[in-house]
């Protein structure tokens, strides 16, 4: 070999493993992008849901005003979108809930949230009966 061979072949492995750095880089810069993008819209529909959380509850609370103690509700989204799936709220109740409200709230809160009334539970315990557990 002479020394315009070595030369081209360390001027081409030069290149080689720059080029090489390059890629690296730009693929770890757009990875890093597209996580920072993913982790924001998982935060962003958090948010979303969590305020949907808080405005059923405060649509129980306003139908059961003076029978409820406490209201825990937990609501589920479609995968990327901000619509409702499923719907779950504990109401823990010192005086008995009237059937008439308990429909009414269902239906309000299928209105409300278009979603099907059969995906939302509510599920009403007795405040006197959790104390004694």
Same mark, same amino acid.
């Given at each position: 070999?002479?020394?315009? #061979?070595?030369?081209?072949?360390?001027?081409?492995?030069?290149?080689?493993?720059?080029?090489?750095?390059?890629?690296?880089? $730009?693929?770890?810069?757009?990875?890093?992008?597209?996580?920072?993008?993913?982790? *924001? *819209?998982? *935060?962003?529909?958090?948010?979303?849901?969590?305020? *949907?959380? !808080?405005? $059923?509850?405060?649509?129980? =609370?306003?139908?059961?005003?003076?029978?409820?103690?406490?209201?825990?509700?937990?609501?589920?989204?479609? =995968?990327? #979108?901000?619509?409702?799936? =499923?719907?779950?709220?504990? $109401?823990?109740?010192?005086?008995?809930?009237?059937?008439?409200?308990?429909?009414? !709230? $269902?239906?309000?809160? #299928?209105?409300?949230?278009?979603?099907?009334?059969? #995906?939302?539970?509510?599920?009403?315990?007795?405040?006197?009966?959790?104390?004694?557990?």
């Amino acid at each position: 070999m002479n020394i315009n #061979s070595k030369k081209k072949i360390r001027i081409i492995i030069a290149v080689l493993i720059t080029f090489g750095t390059i890629l690296t880089a $730009i693929i770890s810069s757009a990875y890093l992008r597209a996580k920072a993008n993913y982790e *924001q *819209q998982m *935060q962003d529909s958090d948010m979303i849901r969590y305020s *949907q959380e !808080l405005a $059923i509850k405060e649509m129980i =609370d306003d139908y059961t005003d003076e029978y409820v103690e406490h209201t825990w509700v937990f609501a589920h989204q479609e =995968d990327n #979108s901000e619509q409702l799936s =499923d719907i779950a709220a504990f $109401i823990v109740y010192n005086t008995e809930v009237p059937e008439d409200i308990k429909t009414s !709230l $269902i239906e309000a809160i #299928s209105d409300e949230f278009s979603i099907d009334k059969s #995906s939302i539970t509510l599920e009403y315990m007795d405040y006197e009966e959790l104390k004694k557990d």
